[in-house]
């Protein structure tokens, strides 16, 4: 039997001056703190389903999107995987809406992203392949419940 494999995206729009396009999710599946994303359409790009999903959220056109990594994870007790594919830019346009169905958007400093406690379930774990170069991926085993499994971050080396 073959694993299913769902693939997601999210995208980090960053000023240049400290401050990333947070969402404050409220639909129940993922609340909280994170940056906006979603689910790549059947016969849909990554990129283009970043691109889109940052314009239905948020309003922006987006341009050069930098990889940042996978975050993934894996099922343990059925045979499901789910791929989320990261990126950031700062090469936007357009003025943010206040935000849609999915919740609230609004500029936040970065730092005080990471301090706070409302946080989607797992999202501080993703915010280092964000802010820091050389992660390729993180990966998490998942019981389909609780999110306890040890996260697991791997580096990329160029030149080695």
């Known amino acids: 039997m073959e694993a299913r494999v769902k ?5 980090m729009v960053y000023d240049g001056h400290g401050r990333a396009l947070v969402l404050d999710r ?12 979603g689910h ?7 990129v283009a389903s970043a691109v889109r999903e940052i314009r239905e959220e948020t309003g922006l056109s987006v341009r050069n999107l930098e990889p940042c990594g996978v975050v993934h994870w894996a099922e343990k007790n059925a045979d499901r ?9 700062s090469d936007f346009s357009g003025i943010p809406s206040d935000g849609t169905r999915e919740g609230k958007i609004f500029w936040m400093e970065m ?7 409302r946080l989607s379930p797992n999202f501080e774990r993703y915010l280092p392949l964000f ?13 389909g419940i609780s999110w306890d ?3 697991q971050y791997f580096r990329y080396r160029f030149g080695e």
């Open 81 to 89: 995987r789910c791929l989320e594919f990261l990126y950031r830019t």
């Open 7 to 11: 693939l997601y995206n999210m995208t």
């Open 111 to 117: 730092e005080a992203l990471r301090a706070s406690d």
């Open 149 to 151: 499994g040890v996260p």
């Open 40 to 46: 790549v359409e059947p016969g849909e790009g990554i």
């Open 26 to 37: 409220t639909k129940s599946d993922w609340p909280g703190l994170t940056f906006p994303g």
């Open 131 to 143: 802010r820091e170069h050389g992660f390729s991926e993180l990966f998490f085993e998942w019981d």
